[in-house]
């Protein structure tokens, strides 16, 4: 499978077996019309054990068109991959420590029957309390309140990646604090690819990297282009913008014609390591955050990517993690139209001020591994 989200439990399981660990991964097969990333498949030496899943994303003719799926729905409790849950168990081989990798959060269910095993719980997305923990009705909410303060109870390790959820986490379980780490995302150092030489034109490439969506919307974007044209008519027609990934239900391109930008690229989804090549063609990255409260709660897998690239980030949110980790790599603006484009500026106008990134370093996917080997032999 491809797509941001499997970098994690992709590269985490990679360079724990590197550092001496046998690594087993339990997934269901790839849905339909699901997108594959080959390059993640070749040269790695995990085992990886596939079985069946009778959840409507598997069963149901269709495309791939957007995130959400597979995460909760109001006929399902708590996502539709619980039906898969027995299917999993009945596959499950000898282990001395299990980790489970949330969203899904039906797999909290895999860890409880295993409770006799020593249990991890990587929580890539917080759930109960967050957006992602919003249910059609009340007693779900509070089912899911319970589930998730008793899997904590009986974990061994808690894992966020978001330093805000391990402290959310920790103010709702304070008796459990004590197993509540904070490990984040990271990027892959050995197989980031190195930027193309590119004779510099007058073209001010601004490029994402990632789905288009209800959640990231990039409309504030081009309204902050709009007020930025105002104010400097002569870049209208050196804005190139490109966009790496999906565009579910946002019409891209409608967008960039009405703004009158000059060229627009879509390159759709590609596969991880040739979608970092096309970002590094660029002088900008736009990072788009989730209006309203879940933008504090979340920091796009991408933005460690972003740093350890050295190109300038303008990131739209008022998530203030985010901004520490950006620091002096580019600039966070809130979601106004002039503070868009009053960051744009202010980018285009001294590009070498925003390129200083310290400890990038730290969020390699082989470091992060390290953090990780440690938690697994203090469990064991």
């Not at 989200?5 to 087993?24: A, D, M, S």
């Not at 959310?168 to 995302?185: D, V």
């Not at 960051?343 to 730290?362: H, R, S």
Request: net charge positive.
């Amino acid at each position: 499978m491809g797509m941001g989200g499997i970098q994690r439990v992709f590269h985490i399981p990679e360079n724990l077996r590197r550092l001496g660990w046998k690594v087993n991964i339990y997934t269901p097969y790839t849905p339909r019309g699901y997108p594959i990333d080959d390059t993640l498949i070749k040269g790695n030496n995990l085992e990886v054990i596939r079985t069946f899943s009778p959840d409507p994303l598997h069963l149901l003719p269709g495309k791939f068109s957007g995130v959400g799926k597979g995460r909760r729905d109001y006929f399902t409790f708590p996502d539709n991959k619980i039906p898969w849950i027995p299917f999993l168990l009945k596959s499950l081989g000898s282990m001395d420590t299990i980790i489970t990798s949330c969203p899904p959060f039906s797999l909290l269910l895999t860890g409880l029957v295993k409770n006799k095993t020593p249990w991890i719980i990587d929580f890539r997305d917080p759930w109960s309390g967050s957006y992602l923990g919003k249910y059609r009705f009340k007693w779900e909410e509070e089912l899911a309140n319970g589930l998730e303060k008793y899997a904590i109870k009986h974990a061994s390790v808690v894992i966020s990646v978001t330093k805000n959820h391990k402290e959310y986490l920790i103010s709702r379980y304070p008796e459990h604090q004590g197993k509540i780490h904070l490990i984040r995302n990271g990027y892959d150092e050995e197989n980031f690819p190195e930027a193309e030489y590119r004779v510099k034109d007058e073209d001010i490439i601004i490029t994402y990297m990632g789905t288009f969506n209800i959640h990231h919307n990039p409309r504030v974007f081009f309204e902050g282009l709009e007020e930025l044209f105002k104010i400097r008519p002569w870049v209208k027609n050196k804005i190139v913008l490109k966009h790496i990934g999906h565009g579910s239900g946002i019409d891209v391109k409608r967008w960039t014609e009405k703004v009158g930008i000059g060229k627009f690229i879509a390159t759709g989804y590609l596969p991880h390591r040739f979608a970092l090549r096309e970002l590094l063609n660029s002088d900008i990255l736009l990072l788009l955050g989730e209006k309203g409260k879940q933008d504090r709660e979340i920091i796009p897998g991408k933005l460690y990517e972003y740093l350890r690239s050295k190109i300038p980030i303008i990131a739209v949110t008022v998530n203030e993690e985010i901004e520490e980790l950006i620091g002096s790599a580019g600039l966070c603006c809130n979601f106004n139209p002039v503070s868009v484009a009053q960051a744009i500026l202010k980018v285009i106008e001294n590009p070498d001020q925003f390129k200083t990134i310290k400890n990038y370093g730290d969020y390699s996917w082989r470091n992060l591994s390290r953090k990780y080997s440690k938690l697994l032999s203090s469990v064991l």
